[in-house]
């Protein structure tokens, strides 16, 4: 029988041959992720032990990853004693791949996870996060969980009742034009089925343009999927996968692959030729209001963010350094950076993108999700309009339900800032 | 019967059901405060005390899409609200059933406010305008948890069926 990709992983980790779409399973879990809501589900894990007589233990400490990364260093007295109380769990528990406080080893947990080597094609990860869907870009199945999910993967090591998604598969094929990116590509397909057209359905990467794409876009994709519902973005691991693990993360040992079969069954083939796209915006309120760089070109922006598991990376600090170099940020803009992760700052440091940005007038905050989610910097001000390399702008994202956010590369970031309005950087020869 | 106290249209996000402001405030008893904390009064009526239990509230397609924040259902719950949407985001349903919140699935929902509706089985009966709508089941596994009271009491079950 022809499967998925997807299919082919659950049935691994359910001890199983073979799995139809719509079966519900029991896979066992490759790695479970958790940020500061760690707080959240070590609650709920000690609420299940709860008059069990039984000594509360993790099933496996290893598989287990916790990041700190939404409200970083803490901004009040409540998160910092969340944080203290998860410290405090992970020594008992044993738990090593923690990512705390400092500089050499921080960053945004969908950064982290790649950037260490924490996850592999054809796992099965979890989060308690909804972008746990970036890791598709490595060929694992990835998706996002709550915290009493996550408590119970914690105590029983497998996610009860997981039902075999449906496939959607995108076929990118064509070259993208310089400083159109990959970011474009995945606005581009929201904006086509809309917020639920891939609702409780994987989306499948395919094409020339995906093969010959770094896996820093490749997790952009991903990333944002869930933007259009999916329970999971995938690319299948190929040699760029490999290359990644090896170079980028130190991974050592044997790193098979796992990929669909041709004539597996798909819900349906979208096809989308990259060659012909123009930077995209994501318009206020929704993700899905996407429109073409041109109909929103000039709209007045007070607030520049480069930044996030989205777009946060140094393919992406670069691009921005090297469209801004020479120029300044406009009067009445501000520009906030904030790298995905430590090594990240710090290669920007030694490549001399943080010189060129901050000479320019941009901000540099430190690795962490920031104003993306609005709680703990970067707030926006009544009225205001941000234009953000981030994957959300639903009212009162940044901080503020009376402002509002556009959706867009690092590229058209970058060329806004320039000019303080929203700014097609195909154009005007940078 | 219930009636309806709000009536909310597409993709009603996390943000909008429990801003991201709030988000380290994490235990279920002390959530229910921010509830739509930026829907001024749709959090006032809430906060009010006034709501009687299993009152309703109407989505549209896609409600609860987002974030994974349990938040967001832990809220709705600490009000003991019945949500009735056309259909939900996958993380938002699976934690509603994880936490009890009562989420029914309805395509064809159509109901205001203070309309009075029954919710059986299978179907949704809207008193006020005299039409019913088809409802859609959850899956067995989600129905066995909601029947187990919950995730965690599933869950330790599990638990402790395995350590036999
Ligand atoms: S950067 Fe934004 S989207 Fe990414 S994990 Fe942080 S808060 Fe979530």
């Known amino acids: 029988m022809k499967q998925t990709i997807v299919q082919k992983i659950l049935a691994r980790a359910s001890g199983k041959s073979f799995v139809n779409i719509g079966d519900i399973v029991e896979p066992k879990v490759d790695l479970a992720m958790s940020h500061e809501n760690a707080a959240l589900v ?51 528990q044993g738990i090593f791949k923690f990512h705390d406080i400092r500089g050499d080893e921080m960053g945004i947990c969908h950064q982290i996870l790649p950037q260490y080597g924490y996850v592999r094609p054809g796992y099965v990860v979890v989060g308690t996060d909804s972008h746990t869907t970036s890791h598709g870009a490595l060929g694992a199945f990835s998706f ?11 105590t029983l090591g497998v996610m009860l009742n997981v039902p075999v998604p449906p496939t959607i598969k995108v076929v990118v094929n064509g070259a993208l034009k310089k400083y159109v990116q990959p970011k474009d590509i995945i606005l581009y397909l929201i ?6 057209g891939a609702n409780f359905k994987v989306i499948e ?97 007070d607030q520049i963010v480069i930044g996030s598991c989205t777009n946060g ?35 920007a440091m030694e490549k001399g993108i943080f010189e060129i940005l901050m000479n320019a007038g941009a901000v540099i905050a430190n690795p962490g999700c920031g104003p993306c989610l609005g709680v703990h910097q970067g707030a926006l001000g009544d ?48 | 019967m219930s009636k309806v106290i709000y009536k909310f249209g597409d993709d009603i996000s996390t943000d909008i059901i429990y801003p991201g402001r709030f988000m380290a405030t994490v235990l ?43 938040q967001a259902c832990s809220t709705l719950k600490g009000h003991e609200l019945i949500i009735i949407a056309k259909n939900f985001a996958r993380i938002f349903l699976q934690n509603s059933i994880n936490l009890g919140l009562k989420t029914v699935i309805c395509p064809d929902i159509d109901a205001d406010v203070n309309d009075e509706l029954e919710i059986s089985e299978d179907k949704v009966f809207n008193k006020t305008k005299g039409k019913e709508y088809n409802i859609i089941p959850h899956t067995k596994t989600q129905q066995e948890i909601i029947q187990a009271g919950g995730l965690i009491p599933y869950s330790r079950k599990r638990l402790i069926e395995g350590s036999k």
């Open chain 1, 313 to 347: 990376r140094l393919d992406d600090l670069e691009t921005a350094a090297q469209i801004i170099k020479g120029h300044k940020i406009a009067k009445n803009t501000r520009m906030l950076v904030f790298p995905a992760s430590g090594k990240i700052y710090r290669q």
């Open chain 1, 42 to 92: 070590m609650n709920q894990f000690l609420e299940i032990y709860k008059g069990t007589g039984l000594d509360p233990k993790v099933w496996d400490p290893n598989k287990i990853a916790i990041i700190f990364d939404h409200r970083v260093p803490a901004e009040s007295r409540k998160t910092a004693t969340n944080q203290k109380k998860i410290r405090n769990f992970i020594a008992e």
């Open chain 1, 191 to 196: 904006g086509k089925i809309t917020a639920e």
């Open chain 2, 28 to 70: 279920p008893s002390e959530t229910p405060e921010f509830a739509f904390a930026d829907e001024k009064d749709l959090n006032k009526l809430l906060n009010s005390k006034t709501v009687p239990a299993d009152s309703i509230i109407i989505g549209g397609k896609n409600f609860g899409c987002g974030s994974s924040r349990e």
């Open chain 1, 383 to 430: 009225g205001e309009k941000a234009l953000s390399t981030t994957n959300r702008n639903f009212k009162g994202r940044m901080g503020n339900p009376d402002a509002e956010v556009y959706l867009c590369s690092a590229a058209v970031a970058a060329a806004s800032a320039i000019t303080g309005v929203i700014t097609d950087p195909t154009k005007g020869g940078y």
């Open chain 1, 205 to 301: 990467f395919h094409g020339e343009t995906i093969r010959n794409m770094s896996t820093s876009g490749r997790i952009t994709i991903c990333n944002m999927s869930v933007e259009a519902g999916a329970t999971s973005g995938i690319v299948p691991g190929d040699e760029e996968t490999i290359k990644y693990l090896r170079e980028e993360a130190g991974v050592t040992e044997d790193i098979p692959l796992v990929n669909s079969d041709d004539e597996a069954e798909f819900d349906k083939i979208i096809e989308i030729d990259a060659s012909s796209l123009v930077p995209q915006i994501a318009c206020p309120h929704t993700v899905d209001n996407v429109k073409q760089v041109g109909d929103v070109e000039g709209t007045k922006i």
């Open chain 1, 144 to 154: 996002g969980i709550g915290a009493t999910e996550m408590a119970s993967v914690w």
